[in-house]
């Protein structure tokens, strides 16, 4: 039985250097976030339809909206959670095994998704009553 929990996620502040010209903000693998980065992708002009609705087995990741904003409900078949990311240095640390829904997108939104893994479609859950089936293992 898989034993993550909503609880395990958390929205961390990412390191932030700020002078006179700005802001640069810096996420190292393995440590600022506890994994080694083997993907990025992100989601931009998005439409008002949702994204996500799906779980993955084993991938870590971090979440950040680099522009605008956006909801991430986080669901381990028990508890939900729902996490609104809208800086560039907060990003949303998701652990295995969870749900994920993604929606109210603001307009220009931009979500940067820091992965542990390669992309690998048998870590995808994308039916709900799978899901669920999967966590009571
Ligand atoms: P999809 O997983 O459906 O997006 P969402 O995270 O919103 O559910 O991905 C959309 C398409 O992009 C799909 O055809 C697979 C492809 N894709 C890759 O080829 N590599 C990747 O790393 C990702 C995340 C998606």
Not at 68 to 75: A, K, N, W, Y
Not at 99 to 108: E, Q, V
Request: aromatic residues 10%; proline residues 3%.
């Amino acid at each position: 039985m898989l034993r993550t929990t909503v609880n395990d996620c958390k929205i961390i502040d990412i390191r932030k250097y700020t002078d006179n010209r700005g802001y640069l903000s810096v996420i190292e693998g393995g440590i600022d976030i506890p994994f080694e980065i083997k993907r990025i992708y992100y989601l931009y002009m998005v439409p008002e339809a949702a994204r996500g609705a799906h779980a993955h087995k084993h991938l870590q990741q971090l979440l950040v909206a680099t522009s605008g904003s956006v909801d991430i409900t986080l669901d381990d078949g028990t508890n939900k959670k729902t996490f609104h990311l809208d800086r560039p240095w907060k990003g949303l640390l998701v652990v295995p095994g969870l749900w994920r829904d993604l929606d109210n997108f603001s307009g220009g939104t931009v979500l940067l998704c820091l992965a542990s893994e390669h992309y690998e479609t048998n870590d995808y859950i994308r039916d709900y009553d799978k899901f669920i089936k999967y966590r009571k293992g």
